[in-house]
T-cell receptor, first 113, second 116 residues
Framework: DAGVTQSPTHLIKTRGQQVTLRCSPK?????VSWYQQALGQGPQFIFQ???????QRGNFPDRFSGHQFPNYSSELNVNALLLGDSALYLC????????????FGSGTRLTVV | AQKVTQAQTEISVVEKEDVTLDCVYE???????LFWYKQPPSGELVFLIR??????QNEISGRYSWNFQKSTSSFNFTITASQVVDSAVYFC?????????????FGKGTKLSVKP
């Protein structure tokens, strides 16, 4: 049973560019959350998608946007990249309405130069 | 405000020693969930345990044990007879939206190094 799959694994972008990160949730999971983890810090919640809509959002600017597809997979888009956006981006999936908890992927390491 | 504090940034022990990782949380909600995750160098967050605020029973799972005390807002994690494979960053997290929805609030993590 595949867990959460994220792509790409690593990415290098230039300031001002745009980036799209992808996440496939664990089989049977319908909810996807995205987290940003800066070096040496704990993950910070960006937003959560359920039924193809953003259900909850953390304290991140509008440059961060997302999407959830009918097959529950999700994308995270970041526009106008800043050096400070360099981080590990983690995707977590879960089943809304259950106590099953969250399953995390291995993340995408984004470096902005 | 909701907050998780892991005061220990790094801990280094020798194999077979016992080690306790501290976690203190803040929330005004009466219903909440507490989590511990392990993050090896590969980056994936590995789920270890989830407790809800109504269950203060301590739990033991193999070499791992957890001490949840609402009176001190603490949820500490002990590894008995540590092994080199336990080396990782450990995160404590809090959720007030339920166990599978809403956001997790993480501490800054404790890096555990177990030396042979």
């Amino acid at each position: 049973d595949a867990g959460v799959t994220q792509s790409p694994t690593h990415l290098i972008k230039t300031r001002g560019q745009q980036v799209t990160l992808r996440c496939s949730p664990k089989s049977g999971h319908d909810t996807v959350s995205w987290y940003q983890q800066a070096l040496g810090q704990g993950p910070q919640f960006i937003f959560q998608y359920y039924e193809e809509e953003e259900r909850q959002r953390g304290n991140f600017p509008d440059r961060f946007s997302g999407h959830q597809f009918p097959n529950y997979s999700s994308e995270l888009n970041v526009n106008a990249l800043l050096l400070g956006d360099s981080a590990l981006y983690l995707c977590a999936s879960s089943i809304t309405g259950t106590a099953g908890g969250y399953t995390f992927g291995s993340g995408t390491r984004l470096t902005v130069v | 405000a909701q907050k998780v504090t892991q005061a220990q940034t790094e801990i280094s022990v020798v194999e077979k020693e016992d080690v306790t990782l501290d976690c203190v949380y803040e929330t005004r909600d009466t219903t909440y969930y507490l989590f511990w995750y392990k993050q090896p160098p590969s980056g994936e967050l590995v789920f270890l345990i989830r407790r809800n605020s109504f269950d203060e029973q301590n739990e033991i799972s193999g070499r791992y044990s957890w001490n949840f005390q609402k009176s001190t807002s603490s949820f500490n994690f002990t590894i008995t007879a540590s092994q080199v494979v336990d080396s990782a960053v450990y995160f404590c997290a809090l959720s007030t939206n339920g166990g599978s929805q809403g956001n997790l609030i993480f501490g800054k993590g404790t890096k555990l190094s177990v030396k042979p």
